[in-house]
């Protein structure tokens, strides 16, 4: 396959950035898109060329550190798959791909196609744990769990943090993620005695990261490689109503 | 916006109920209409029921913008930098149209309350006879109207059909068959008062209402 490639090139959190065309051949169907642009930075490398920053780190789609923008889609054209996932046999020979890192303020630029996904860490040290006994394992029948809700948080504990949701919503909002985590947290008997200053407080460092506000628009769960659904996010509204109305566990009320 | 548009939305039924009398003639349809000022009485003095009633929906009508406007500003600014290659956005056709339709919706309310409560836009504009203004108001030869009137109304349905779904996923929707049967419920209210409204300028225009 020959592939005409426009991938956004930005030197550096300070530079202005713009597309820039390269032409990649002999690339194989059976790469994956990664490989594929590793083969582009071998041959950038060897022709003195600054290779293309992008970020990877396990390549079996469970770590959440790929994360390209693909023909305007987060993730690529394949549903519930990562970039790196994602094989060139989803492309056709002479395809123009358009490559872009993901766009949010609160992701700004590194390099290329790096985003600095920090805000993601701010949001769970807001309240994205539980209060737990360290040390080892417990019994993991001594604490008994609905099976329904066992399900359902761990559908959401599925999410990997890679920020697809926040890419394709067209509010730039990172709800999907938060009301993720709210949701795994709060349907499992040890995620209770935070339950309402966690959402409260997850809520409030989204917004405070610049994260735009969510419309239930629903883009963010089309490309979500881990399928984590929009009910989720109802979930959180529910827990954010009941903890903005009783604020129970606030000190001194 | 879920609390401001429930509010609205009430509003919108009890409005498309109102029109449906004038399938019941002229002088019943201008019974309500007149009855309309009444409300309340003898508690409330004339018309007060209907002032308190359109300081309401000033008061939701603003707040519903205001929402939307903090809502499209921190949008705006969440993403300082545009994608080169931008998919449309595939939710569905009513979530994308959030935003201009409920503009087109504020023109058409602007010109709805010049047309047919203070009767500046309309050719017969006698308060005292509501029938014989929305009769001459869908006229076949005043066509574009009744087209303006239509896509308005469609603007409604579709901001109607996401906006539904979105207040209920707000105030706290959050199971799985929940979510198909909102869907289902936006679906079908925003179907049948697009019918509702839309019965009155087709039937003067057809003929029916005359």
């Given at each position: 396959?020959?592939?005409?490639?426009?991938?956004?090139?930005?030197?550096?959190?300070?530079?202005?950035?713009?597309?820039?065309?390269?032409?990649?051949?002999?690339?194989?169907?059976?790469?994956?898109?990664?490989?594929?642009?590793?083969?582009?930075?071998?041959?950038?490398?060897?022709?003195?060329?600054?290779?293309?920053?992008?970020?990877?780190?396990?390549?079996?789609?469970?770590?959440?550190?790929?994360?390209?923008?693909?023909?305007?889609?987060?993730?690529?054209?394949?549903?519930?798959?990562?970039?790196?996932?994602?094989?060139?046999?989803?492309?056709?020979?002479?395809?123009?791909?358009?490559?872009?890192?993901?766009?949010?303020?609160?992701?700004?630029?590194?390099?290329?196609?790096?985003?600095?996904?920090?805000?993601?860490?701010?949001?769970?040290?807001?309240?994205?744990?539980?209060?737990?006994?360290?040390?080892?394992?417990?019994?993991?029948?001594?604490?008994?769990?609905?099976?329904?809700?066992?399900?359902?948080?761990?559908?959401?504990?599925?999410?990997?943090?890679?920020?697809?949701?926040?890419?394709?919503?067209?509010?730039?909002?990172?709800?999907?993620?938060?009301?993720?985590?709210?949701?795994?947290?709060?349907?499992?008997?040890?995620?209770?005695?935070?339950?309402?200053?966690?959402?409260?407080?997850?809520?409030?460092?989204?917004?405070?990261?610049?994260?735009?506000?969510?419309?239930?628009?629903?883009?963010?769960?089309?490309?979500?490689?881990?399928?984590?659904?929009?009910?989720?996010?109802?979930?959180?509204?529910?827990?954010?109503?009941?903890?903005?109305?009783?604020?129970?566990?606030?000190?001194?009320? | 916006?879920?609390?401001?548009?429930?509010?609205l939305v009430l509003f919108l039924i009890a409005h498309m109920l109102g029109n449906l009398k004038v399938f019941a003639g002229d002088a019943s349809f201008n019974h309500y209409a007149h009855w309309l000022r009444?409300?309340?009485?003898?508690?409330?003095?004339?018309?007060?029921?209907l002032?308190?009633m359109?300081?309401?929906l000033?008061?939701?009508?603003?707040?519903?913008?205001?929402?939307?406007?903090?809502?499209?500003?921190?949008?705006?600014?969440?993403?300082?930098?545009?994608?080169?290659?931008?998919?449309?956005?595939?939710?569905s056709y009513a979530?994308?149209t959030?935003?201009w339709g409920g503009v087109i919706i504020l023109l058409f309310v602007i010109y709805h309350i010049l047309d047919l409560t203070t009767g500046t836009l309309n050719p017969v504009g006698d308060p005292s006879r509501p029938y014989a203004n929305v009769v001459a108001d869908f006229a076949p030869a005043r066509w574009y109207v009744t087209l303006f009137y239509t896509l308005a109304i469609v603007a409604l349905g579709f901001h109607l059909r996401h906006g539904v779904?979105?207040?209920?996923?707000?105030?706290?929707?959050?199971?799985?068959?929940?979510?198909?049967?909102?869907?289902a419920v936006a679906l079908v209210f925003a179907v049948a008062l697009c019918a509702g409204y839309l019965l009155v300028p087709f039937a003067v225009l057809t003929g029916l209402v005359s």
């Amino acid at each position: 396959m020959n592939l005409t490639l426009r991938i956004w090139r930005q030197s550096g959190p300070q530079d202005k950035g713009r597309m820039v065309t390269y032409q990649v051949d002999d690339v194989s169907p059976d790469m994956s898109f990664l490989e594929m642009l590793d083969v582009l930075n071998e041959r950038l490398i060897l022709a003195g060329e600054e290779p293309i920053a992008f970020d990877h780190d396990c390549r079996e789609g469970i770590c959440g550190m790929c994360g390209l923008m693909i023909n305007g889609d987060a993730h690529g054209p394949q549903r519930g798959t990562t970039a790196c996932q994602l094989h060139m046999r989803q492309f056709k020979d002479g395809d123009t791909i358009d490559i872009e890192p993901w766009r949010a303020r609160a992701f700004p630029v590194i390099k290329d196609l790096v985003v600095n996904r920090g805000a993601f860490d701010k949001i769970i040290a807001a309240g994205g744990y539980i209060t737990a006994p360290t040390g080892s394992a417990p019994e993991a029948h001594s604490v008994p769990v609905a099976k329904a809700n066992a399900d359902a948080a761990f559908e959401s504990a599925a999410c990997i943090g890679c920020g697809a949701c926040v890419a394709a919503c067209p509010n730039g909002s990172g709800m999907l993620f938060t009301a993720a985590k709210v949701t795994q947290l709060g349907l499992l008997p040890q995620g209770q005695p935070e339950r309402h200053t966690r959402v409260i407080g997850m809520v409030d460092a989204h917004d405070e990261a610049g994260f735009g506000g969510c419309t239930n628009a629903g883009e963010c769960t089309v490309v979500c490689p881990k399928g984590i659904p929009l009910t989720t996010i109802g979930r959180l509204n529910r827990d954010y109503l009941a903890a903005s109305s009783k604020r129970g566990d606030t000190p001194g009320t | 916006m879920a609390v401001t548009g429930i509010f609205l939305v009430l509003f919108l039924i009890a409005h498309m109920l109102g029109n449906l009398k004038v399938f019941a003639g002229d002088a019943s349809f201008n019974h309500y209409a007149h009855w309309l000022r009444e409300i309340g009485a003898p508690i409330l003095p004339n018309v007060w029921f209907l002032w308190i009633m359109r300081v309401g929906l000033l008061v939701a009508v603003l707040g519903h913008i205001w929402a939307a406007t903090v809502l499209a500003l921190r949008a705006r600014a969440a993403r300082p930098v545009r994608y080169a290659h931008r998919k449309k956005v595939r939710g569905s056709y009513a979530a994308r149209t959030m935003r201009w339709g409920g503009v087109i919706i504020l023109l058409f309310v602007i010109y709805h309350i010049l047309d047919l409560t203070t009767g500046t836009l309309n050719p017969v504009g006698d308060p005292s006879r509501p029938y014989a203004n929305v009769v001459a108001d869908f006229a076949p030869a005043r066509w574009y109207v009744t087209l303006f009137y239509t896509l308005a109304i469609v603007a409604l349905g579709f901001h109607l059909r996401h906006g539904v779904f979105s207040a209920l996923r707000s105030l706290g929707q959050q199971t799985p068959r929940g979510e198909q049967r909102a869907r289902a419920v936006a679906l079908v209210f925003a179907v049948a008062l697009c019918a509702g409204y839309l019965l009155v300028p087709f039937a003067v225009l057809t003929g029916l209402v005359s």
